[in-house]
């Protein structure tokens, strides 16, 4: 029922409660718990055992505090959070590399289970959609285009329209179409008539609005 009520779904709360869980019980897999937020509201739900409620509680209340600072828009604690994740074991690695914004130093190809610790900010300024095309257009080569037939042309592109030497289908499109036409049936009522014609007898299928 909780799901029906969500703006969005928070499935890691359900996932770190449920891996909790099942370092207690087997049962835990059997679990359906939802959480997940409307508007400005963190919704948990929680098993229905003293027990379970407060071992699941104590698994995800380290997070907590950030999500609702998240929620309510509270940049400050947000930044404050992110910038102690960031101070706390990052392995950096010994060259820099200098952009238009400054230095930042890049942490190991062996990190990339900090996730948490990556930058927060580009430190690249930000540009229009249709400047950055445009930088992506000049820099990109042109292909030349080849002949292949057609078994090994998996993966190209058409460099020029086909056009078929005989008008596809050879017949008369209607037969193999089918037609929804709404209009007025009664004076006050809508109707959707849809209209199925074959090879050999016209259906007509009227649903009154």
């Given at each position: 029922a909780t799901r029906h009520l969500l703006d969005k779904e928070a499935p890691g709360l359900v996932i770190a409660m449920i891996s909790s869980s099942?370092?207690?019980?087997?049962?835990?897999?059997?679990?359906r718990s939802v959480c997940g937020i409307r508007k400005s509201t963190l919704i948990i739900n929680l098993p229905g055992s003293v027990k379970a409620s407060q071992e699941c509680l104590r698994c995800i209340l380290p997070a907590l505090h950030h999500a609702l600072d998240l929620l309510s828009g509270d940049s400050a604690a947000v930044t404050a959070t992110h910038s102690a994740l960031a101070s706390t074991g990052?392995?950096?690695?010994?060259?820099?590399?200098?952009?238009?914004a400054g230095s930042h130093d890049h942490w190991s190809r062996g990190d990339f289970h900090k996730v948490a610790l990556r930058a927060r900010k580009s430190?690249?300024?930000?540009?229009?959609?249709?400047?950055?095309?445009?930088?992506i257009v000049k820099h990109s080569a042109v292909l030349p285009s080849v002949n292949l037939p057609l078994n090994k042309a998996l993966g190209h592109v058409i460099a020029e329209d086909v056009k078929a030497t005989q008008p596809l289908p050879p017949f008369r499109a209607s037969i193999k179409d089918g037609y929804a036409?709404?209009?007025?049936?009664?004076?006050?009522?809508?109707?959707?008539?849809?209209?199925?014609?074959?090879?050999?007898h016209i259906q007509l299928l009227m649903v009154l609005g």
């Open positions: 099942l370092q207690v019980t087997p049962m835990a897999m059997l679990s990052q392995h950096k690695c010994s060259h820099h590399h200098k952009s238009s430190p690249y300024p930000m540009i229009p959609v249709e400047e950055a095309t445009e930088i036409v709404i209009g007025e049936y009664v004076v006050g009522r809508g109707c959707c008539i849809l209209l199925c014609e074959c090879f050999t």
